[in-house]
């Protein structure tokens, strides 16, 4: 009964500790949406491929299209890496 009485505070602990310490996922556009019918414009944009896509409007009166994100390049641009620096050659 005691060790009942120590662990569950400790588990409880734990449970808030990870609630607090956790990150909210980040959204990810993909390629390509499926769109018309229950999703405003640009869609679930959810997809890397056409085909899947395909597969996934698939007798749900939907269609694919490119994610607007993608085809007018409104992604963000990656920054350029930093220049190695050559090592200084030891003379002879």
């Known amino acids: 009964m005691r060790m009942m009485q120590l662990a ?4 409880a602990t734990m449970v808030l500790v990870g609630f607090a310490t956790s990150t909210p996922a980040t959204a ?3 390629p390509w949406c499926a769109q018309g019918g229950e999703y405003d414009y640009p869609g679930e944009c959810a ?3 056409y085909e899947q896509c395909q597969a996934s409007v698939s007798g749900r009166l939907l269609y694919c299209d490119r994610n607007p ?3 007018y390049g409104q992604q963000p641009v990656p ?12 003379p002879y």
Do not use: N
């Open 8 to 11: 569950l505070p400790a588990l």
């Open 28 to 30: 990810r556009d993909y």
């Open 47 to 49: 997809y890397s491929t």
């Open 69 to 71: 994100r993608f085809a």
């Open 79 to 90: 920054q350029p890496r930093p220049h190695r620096r050559a090592r200084p050659v030891a």
